[in-house]
Structures are given as C-alpha cells and as structure tokens.
C-alpha cells in the first residue's frame, strides 16, 4: 500500500499490519515521505488510536531505525534505567543516576531537554560548566566502563524515526497520543539494550496527567510494551501538585542535587530517589526486595559513595577536575562554579495561617517566561533563573514571613506575574489546618511478574 492509502486505512479505524507499519517508519527513517503526510498519519493515530499489537510493532520499528546498544556480556542484567514523564524540580536523575552506579548498576541514562513548564535534565547538568552532554556510543561505553553512570543526549545515530516523529507531534497538537507517547519513551530505552525499567508516571496540576486514572492507562501500556519487548519494565505513579524539593530552576536545582548527595536532602526527593532505585535493584537481582533495595540507595546517597560517583561522572563528561571537587567539597559556595542570578526577591506570605499548597504549575509556567524555559526546541536557557521555597507544607508562617526567592535577571517578574505566584500559596487558618510535615508523592507500583 502506498503512503496515502496507509493514511487513508488508519483515518477510517483500520489496524495497521506489522508490514504497513514499518513501511510507514522506513519511508520516515529514510525521509522519502512527506512531512505533511507524516503529520497526516499522527493526526489518525491521535482521532482513531491503536490496539496493542500494532503499539508494540510501532514502538519495535522506531527502536529498530537506528542503532542498537551493545554491552560486554558481564555486564548482563545489570544495564538499567529510568525516564520520568515531566515535573517540576524534578531532579531524581541526577541522584539516582549515581546512587544506582554505586550500587553496581550501568546506567547509560539518554535524558532530554526541557520543553513548555517541565524541567529538561540536560539543561539542568549544562548549567555546569564544560559538562558535555554530547557522547558518542564508544564514549558512553568508556564512561560506563570507569564510573557506571552518565548521562546524556540522544546520540544522532539512536531512533532516528522518533526525532521526526517527536518534532512534528509538538507541531500538530498529537503530543499527548497513547499509542505516540509509549512509542517515543519504550523505543528510545529499547535502543539503550536495557536489564530494566523504571517509568515515574505522574499525574497532578503539574503533570500531562491531571488524574490517576489516566496516568494508570499510560503507566499500563507503557509496562507491556516494554516487557513485550524484553526488558523487565515497572511503573512508579506518583504526584505532581506542587514542587519536587524545594528549588525549581537548572543551576539551584544542581544546588539542591548536590546537597541531597551530601545527605542532606528534601524527603520527597529522597522518597522518589528510593523508590525509583529500589525497584531497580530489585529487578536486576541485586536485592530480594524493595524495602532492600530502597535501604542500599538510601545509604548510597547518604554514606558518600553516590556523591564520589557524581563527581567522577561530572569529570568523565568534561567537567574541569577542581571544579567537579569544589562543587562536592562538603563545605563550598557554589557560585563560585556555578551563574548566580543578577537579582534575587522575596515574596511575603500575606497573613497568618498554615501551608497547606503551593501550586507547582503556577511556579513554573512563570519561572519559564523569565528565561528558566524554552517554548520551542534550540532555544536558550537562563540557567541562574530559579526560585526557592521557603516553607514546607504544614508549616506555620506570620504575615510577613519570606516564602518564596526568586532568582532572576531579564525579565524582571511583572506585577501580574508577582500576583500569580502570591495565589499559588494557600493558607488556612491555624485552627482548621490539618498538619503535614513531609508529603508521600509515591501513590502506587506496577511491578513485572
């Protein structure tokens, strides 16, 4: 069947063959296909979705049209990774990604940037000077090889079809398509030859998700596919309300990455970070179970050895030696290494009472008009623009009490914007508040057989 015909069969409800498919991604991979046809077909995929077979087929040949990984045979059942679905102040990576390595996992972590109001790992780690995210196959496996982490960008030989794909789903509104996310995520891990997989699902304010329920469906598909395609593959859905830790912004939240790593931590950081690795270790064998394998990570990240691991991988990937040791000395000023913002404000809580919410999206939609942020791909980045909570949730404040600092240069925060951010603090009054000291974001598990 030619192109317009394969159009043509899935805009009417059709279930593409295995075959029709993976003419469809060749034609893509070898770009003999126009782009408003590809376009064409995502918007059928979107309007008429795909049942399960032709999802894994879809996900097998996007994995296929470029290279696959290879590993040395000692390293078998030991290569992990994890890809979380978007959040704010989501730096699990940049914890766990160690902690794992010092566990003994390979973890060739291919992180991407961050696109509307979610944060983007590669931009968090560029705001480091001379760390290179730019590694090649035989690079990444040196790094493996001496540190057991890094983490990096998609390489140009890697599912070639999805950096078409991806492009053009922003461009025709199908970015939040089943059948076109589980493609997206599962081929690119699949073509990282992994033991196993751990998915953050999120769902909140502050996730493509808003309800549990939906995010279950994508956690659900997610899993099959990526157990049907031989790497054992589990789901962790937690929340997206409010902020992960306490800072939002690329170098503060390297800031608050690195003191986690020097144990001193947030709890819900520290809860992900557990969770996520636990699941892993218990997955590759190298524990028995998750409570096991949540201790060996906590002790990890708090005994130091996750912290060395970071440090190595920093060095590995380009970072300056003295600059990798100043920032995990254990008593340093970081701006020293890392762009402080030109200017920094704090906003005031405007009356006596509680915490009881902080609207994650609010802080980063606006966060993103001040430079934090790119709207679309190949724009640039402030790293130094950021903000910092100052209260926890469940903590008493008096009218007047700092709440929030933000970092930034140009633009400065417009009224309307300060405004926002006032309404994205909710208060009760003491009497009725009900306090919460630390959040639990973990609400449930999807764990292989």
């Avoid at 972590?109 to 979610?118: D, E, F, P, Q, Y």
């Amino acid at each position: 069947m030619s192109i317009p015909d394969l159009i043509r069969k899935k805009r009417d409800g059709g279930a593409l063959s295995d075959e029709e498919i993976q003419t469809f991604i060749q034609a893509v991979t070898n770009k003999t296909v126009q782009e408003s046809q590809i376009g064409a077909m995502l918007m059928a995929i979107w309007q008429r979705g795909m049942i399960d077979t032709e999802i894994k087929t879809l996900t097998r040949e996007m994995m296929s049209s470029g290279e696959i990984m290879s590993w040395p045979e000692e390293w078998a059942g030991l290569v992990v990774d994890k890809h979380s679905t978007g959040g704010v102040g989501d730096k699990v990576s940049l914890v766990l990604a160690p902690a794992l390595a010092a566990c003994g996992c390979k973890v060739p972590m291919i992180s991407g940037r961050g696109l509307a109001h979610t944060g983007g790992t590669l931009d968090k780690l560029e705001s480091i000077p001379g760390f290179n995210i730019h590694q090649s196959a035989a690079q990444i496996l040196e790094i493996l090889g001496s540190v057991g982490c890094c983490i990096v960008g998609q390489t140009e030989m890697l599912v070639p079809a999805d950096r078409v794909l991806y492009a053009l789903r922003d461009a025709t509104s199908t970015v939040n398509s089943l059948p076109l996310i589980t493609g997206s995520i599962i081929s690119k891990k699949g073509a990282e030859s992994l033991s196993a997989l751990v998915l953050d699902v999120k769902f909140g304010r502050a996730a493509l998700y808003k309800d549990l329920e939906s995010a279950k469906q994508l956690a659900h598909l997610l899993v099959n596919v990526g157990n049907g395609l031989g790497m054992r593959t589990a789901a962790v859905l937690s929340c997206m309300d409010g902020t992960i830790g306490r800072c939002v912004g690329n170098s503060l939240e390297v800031i608050e990455s690195l003191e986690t790593l020097k144990g001193k931590g947030p709890a819900d950081l520290m809860e992900l970070v557990t969770t996520l690795g636990g699941v892993l270790l218990m997955m590759t064998g190298l524990v028995s179970d998750l409570s096991e394998g949540r201790r060996q990570i906590y002790d990890a990240v708090i005994g130091g050895a996750a912290l060395s691991k970071f440090q190595n991988m920093m060095e590995a990937q380009g970072v300056a030696n003295e600059k990798a040791r100043s920032l995990c000395s254990a008593h340093t000023d970081y701006y020293t290494v890392l762009r402080k913002s030109e200017r920094q404000m704090e906003l005031k809580t405007p009356a006596d009472g509680v915490v009881v919410d902080v609207d994650g999206l609010v802080l980063a939609e606006i966060l993103h008009k001040l430079g934090a942020g790119r709207s679309k791909p190949g724009e640039p980045v402030n790293h130094s623009v950021g903000a910092e909570l100052l209260v926890l949730l469940g903590q008493r404040v008096m009218e007047g009490d700092a709440w929030l600092r933000l970092h930034y240069e140009n633009p400065a925060p417009t009224p309307d914007q300060i405004n926002r951010l006032q309404n994205a603090l909710t208060l009760r009054s003491h009497d009725d508040a009900q306090t919460q000291q630390t959040r639990t974001l973990v609400k449930e598990l999807m764990l292989p057989n």
